[in-house]
């Protein structure tokens, strides 16, 4: 007999209150986009429980009869400790149809376990930001770790992090987002001899912690010096930034364009490090292009504040190319939330196209819509070659478009500029004569400038 042993996944159960102003549509696609954060940190969800409601509930952000469902997939008794007296209290008329509403509504979800032998959901997602207190409330209530919107983004760039300045960016942002919900421990308890001796205690943790996010922020501030630097050696030079919604197939894309082994994956927030390769084949002037962390909704302030010197290779660019995932419905609201941080970056105004990637799903009618709607997006297929060789093409033409044509006499005694001019400038003639050597070229206006500031004025013309 062969004996074999299926490992499960851990499983997860979601939670999101639809608040005035949400669309059906939009709510769903939020709660969806959350199941699949949950799925890149490995879990297996197994339902979701929704509610209409004006307001989050200030204790456990769902009503009592949603409450009561949601510990129906994780085992919990659905209720607060102290919660015990107000529902043996005799409830007036106005609160039992109020209760009503809130336990059978419209709104109500089915499918919830049937019985204690279905496997209980060891995490309760939020798909809102909570306090702490709520936080606990919902752990009490449902006997089960409750994470929020935040949380689960927080730790999946904990996980994906791999260069030193992502990890110090996310430790960061990891370490802000606990300090409110640090609790006694029981260590703390049993210290607790004397009053508010456990309070000073847990007060010494969050220093701790702090003092502990303010050497890695000097830590950071050195490393982001030194990438700074870097910058400035290619301020000069063209450079295009892959900005877009997480998983629209940035990094594919970036493969394909520079023949760069990046880490590519079809899993959410795959990468968080800015790198940054010469477009393949190579053109003179080099063309450099820079893949960036991707974006989603609601991505918390503290993570885009930690990126920041990341997201500076788009601000610097040249050109953005907004990519987006073609065959995704929520494209068009994924390209919103993209402009939307880089507008609190600054970089509203840079030069940009849209690329409509992933465009071997699209189906056919829909593709004549998209191309109607968007007549200037590039549509392709990162995976495609001659796609990639037309935007190479365009690439190209884009930058060239802008170059200079001019003539530089270099004087011999100026010899060490022969080499910088042979790399930065696309060279249509060269010759030597008694006074030096002389160039024709394409080049940047910035480079030119920089050449006459060198050179002077009757040496570039």
Known sequence: MNDTTTTRRPTAVVAAVQLPGVDDAE??????????????????VVGQVSQRRQTLVTGTVLGEGKLTELAGYTGGSGELPDMAALVNRPKDKARQRREVLERDGDDADEGAPASTTEPRARLV???????????????????????????????????HARSREARL?????RLTYQVPRMRMSGRSTERQQGRGAGESQLELDRRKVRD?????????????????????????ARRVALVGYTNAGKSSLMRALTGSEVYVADKLFATLDATVRALHPETTPRILVSD????????????????????????EASLLLFVVDAADP??????????????????????????????????????????????????????????VRRLHALLVEHFDDALLEVRVCVPYA????????RSSARVLDEECDEVGHQFHLRVEP?????????????NVR
């Not at 502990?212 to 000069?236: C, F, H, M, N, P």
């Not at 010899?415 to 910088?420: P, Q, R, S, T």
């Not at 910035?446 to 009757?458: I, K, S, T, Y």
Request: aromatic share 4%; proline share 4%.
């Open 212 to 236: 502990r996010i303010s050497q890695l922020r000097d830590e950071l501030e050195r490393i982001e010096q030194e990438q700074g630097t870097r910058r400035v050696r290619r301020a000069d």
């Open 125 to 159: 997602a939020v798909d809102h930001d909570i306090t702490p207190s709520q936080a606990r409330n919902l752990e009490r209530a449902c006997d089960a770790e409750v994470l929020d919107r935040t949380g689960i983004i927080v730790e999946i760039f904990h996980r």
């Open 414 to 421: 100026r010899g060490a500029l022969v080499g910088e001019i």
């Open 330 to 387: 929520a494209f068009r609201s994924q390209l919103d939330v993209t402009r939307s941080v880089l507008s609190e970056i600054g970089a509203e105004t840079i030069p940009s196209r849209l690329v409509l990637n992933k465009w071997d799903k699209v189906p056919p009618d829909l593709a004549a819509t998209l191309t109607a709607e968007f007549p200037d997006a590039i549509a392709l297929s990162a995976h495609s070659p001659e796609d």
């Open 292 to 315: 960036t962390v991707g974006f989603i909704k609601k991505l918390p302030h503290d993570l885009v504040a930690s990126f920041r010197s990341t997201l500076d290779e788009a601000r």
């Open 446 to 458: 910035a480079f030119a400038a920089r050449l006459r500031a060198q050179l002077g004025e009757d």
């Open 169 to 173: 960016q996310v430790e960061i942002a």
């Open 27 to 44: 709510h769903q696609a939020s709660m969806a986009e959350l199941g699949r954060l949950l799925e890149t940190l490995g879990y297996e």
